[in-house]
């Protein structure tokens, strides 16, 4: 399983970009990256998923450079809702494969 | 909108009971279903990995004696903590891997907040 390393917390300012890097240095050929928020008292939601380059929806972009050793989750224009801990995983997204958790980011967003 | 559910979302039992907790997938078979548990300001646990028609996997350190799971269809996976005590109160969170637009996304519950006085 590859681990992750993220910033422990950062804080941000409403309107602003918000840019969260993961390091996952042994991260495997097949493994994807995805993100996760989560809000306290429920239970993680999806955000975004990648393999290389960039990937883009409505709520965020990810980044993923050539050697693939980290990532970079980027939030346009944050508001005060956006204030939650966000969670880096790298691994297969095959059925089976179990989901291993690192400490996450914790943002907090300021009016 | 949600693909899993959990029920209960709350419950609050005495010590020495066992208590239930559902994890349901909505819409989509789920042959593996995981549980996790998280304790306040850490980050989430996994306890075990749960495979239809088969016997649960559990993590290192996980009683599984403790820790009943059975997940008896593809939609439905239960969570029994037995004889809980106050050392067992925190939040279970369950989720499920579906293939949704071709990519396999592994999508949580709500949580279960389990109280034990």
């Known amino acids: 399983l590859a681990k992750t390393t993220q910033p422990i917390s950062m804080d941000s300012y409403e309107g602003q970009e918000v840019n969260i890097t993961c390091s996952h240095n042994?991260?495997?050929?097949?493994?994807?990256i995805t993100w996760y928020q989560q809000f306290p008292s429920q239970g993680p939601r999806f955000i975004i998923q990648?393999?290389?380059t960039k990937v883009t929806n409505e709520v965020a972009s990810l980044f993923i450079p050539a050697d693939r050793k980290s990532s970079t989750l980027s939030l346009p224009r944050v508001s005060l809702s956006d204030t939650a801990v966000y969670y880096c995983l790298v691994g297969p997204n095959t059925g089976g494969f179990k989901t291993i958790f690192g400490a996450g980011t914790r943002l907090f967003v300021k009016a | 909108g949600a693909v899993v559910s959990q029920h209960p979302s709350r419950v609050i039992c005495k010590s020495g009971t066992s208590v239930k907790i559902e994890c349901r997938s909505l819409?989509?078979?789920?042959?593996?279903m995981f549980w996790y548990r998280q304790f306040p300001k850490q980050s989430l646990m996994l306890m075990a990995t749960s495979n239809e028609g088969s016997k649960a996997t559990y993590e290192q350190g996980v009683e599984k004696d403790k820790f009943l799971i059975n997940h008896a269809s593809l939609t439905l996976s239960t969570l029994t903590v037995t004889s809980a005590h106050p050392e067992d109160s925190s939040f279970y969170i369950c989720s499920a891997r579906f293939l949704v637009e071709y990519t396999d996304t592994q999508y949580f519950g709500p949580g279960t907040r389990l109280t034990v006085l």
């Open positions: 819409d989509f078979q789920a042959t593996t």
């Open positions: 990648g393999y290389k």
């Open positions: 042994n991260i495997a050929t097949n493994d994807y």
